[in-house]
């Protein structure tokens, strides 16, 4: 399973945001995946003044993603290309990252965001 950047942040903020599946099957997977992208993302909303942290973003990430044991996927020149090939249904580009890891992984995704099925995303 892959966490979209919105859902890392929701479980960052003690899960709250997320549906009570979501939780579920959070806790009893055996590994969980964050895209290195989601802390490009997260840099750029902070800096933008759209997202306050405690601490520096680089810092934030890595210690949320230790505290929960969250395994972090590299953007590889797989998944970059794969990443520009998909078909123009999402302008996000750090979405876009996303979609492609998880379509080259075979990962469900965790998000609120109801395009990723069209790209053929198996979402929680």
Known sequence: MLL??????WLAEGAKDLNVAAR???ESSRVVYVSAISAFEIGL??????LSLPVPPGEWFE?????????????????CVAATELPPLHKD???RFIIATAKLRRLRVVTA????????????
Request: proline content about 6%.
């Open 4 to 9: 979209d950047t919105c859902a890392l942040l």
């Open 24 to 26: 579920r099957q959070i």
């Open 45 to 50: 909303k902070h800096r933008a003044g759209k």
């Open 63 to 79: 210690r949320i993603t230790e505290h929960h044991g969250l395994s972090v996927l590299p953007l590889d020149w797989k998944v």
């Open 93 to 95: 580009p750090c979405d």
């Open 113 to 124: 965001d109801p395009r990723f099925r069209d790209y053929g995303v198996e979402v929680i």
